[in-house]
């Protein structure tokens, strides 16, 4: 999808502040630092729409990105940051609980984990949460260009493994560096539109 228009219309906290226009959303969710925001400026074309920051635990609020007036990204907190006090992380479960239970122009969760490294805890906890409320699932691989592309496919099988990746989810290769994977990515949110 070539991008031309992509704007932050809400960071929103509440069901009531979420946007009423019909448009299929697409929650992106990962643990902190995980590269969310880099994506989301890879995917859109931009440098800087969504702040990124070497300070994990930045994304406090659900914040809904419109693209080409066709859909939404929606940027939602990440987990398995430790420096945020029990009060907040509960905070931000309920409200990210909420919207993807809630939400019936959810079309799918982008899961976003690092090619680099075997899935967290979190991530499998997301992952399995994502699929008890069977909301379809793409999983992007974060960070390709920092592995040797020789070693993907053993990366990948670990990811999948770890994951216990159900038949028919699949896992994009992805580097915002060098735009890896954002054509793969964008067919496959075009399938769930």
């Not at 809400?10 to 959303?25: G, H, K, T």
């Not at 070497?54 to 609020?61: D, H, L, N």
């Not at 680099?116 to 994502?130: A, E, G, L, S, V």
Request: aromatic fraction near 10%; avoid cysteine; charge should be positive.
């Amino acid at each position: 999808m070539k991008v031309n228009n992509a704007e932050i219309v809400i960071s929103a906290v509440r069901p009531e502040q979420y946007p009423d226009d019909n448009l299929p959303e697409f929650a992106l969710a990962g643990r902190s630092n995980v590269g969310k925001s880099s994506f989301i400026n890879k995917m859109l074309g931009r440098k800087s729409l969504a702040r990124i920051s070497s300070k994990p635990g930045k994304t406090q609020t659900l914040n809904f990105y419109i693209i080409e007036e066709q859909l939404y990204f929606v940027d939602v907190p990440g987990y398995g940051y430790a420096k945020v006090s029990k009060t907040e992380r509960a905070a931000w479960g309920k409200m990210i609980e909420t919207y993807f239970t809630s939400r019936d122009k959810l079309e799918a969760a982008v899961l976003i984990v690092d090619l680099r490294h075997p899935p967290t805890k979190d991530d499998i906890m997301m992952y399995d949460f994502i699929k008890h409320y069977e909301i379809p699932v793409i999983i992007i691989a974060t960070k390709a260009d920092k592995i040797p592309k020789g070693k993907w496919d053993k990366h990948k099988k670990v990811v999948k493994d770890t994951l216990q990746l159900e038949k028919g989810d699949e896992i994009i290769v992805f580097s915002s560096e060098t735009g890896l994977g954002k054509d793969k990515a964008w067919e496959a949110i075009k399938r769930y539109m």
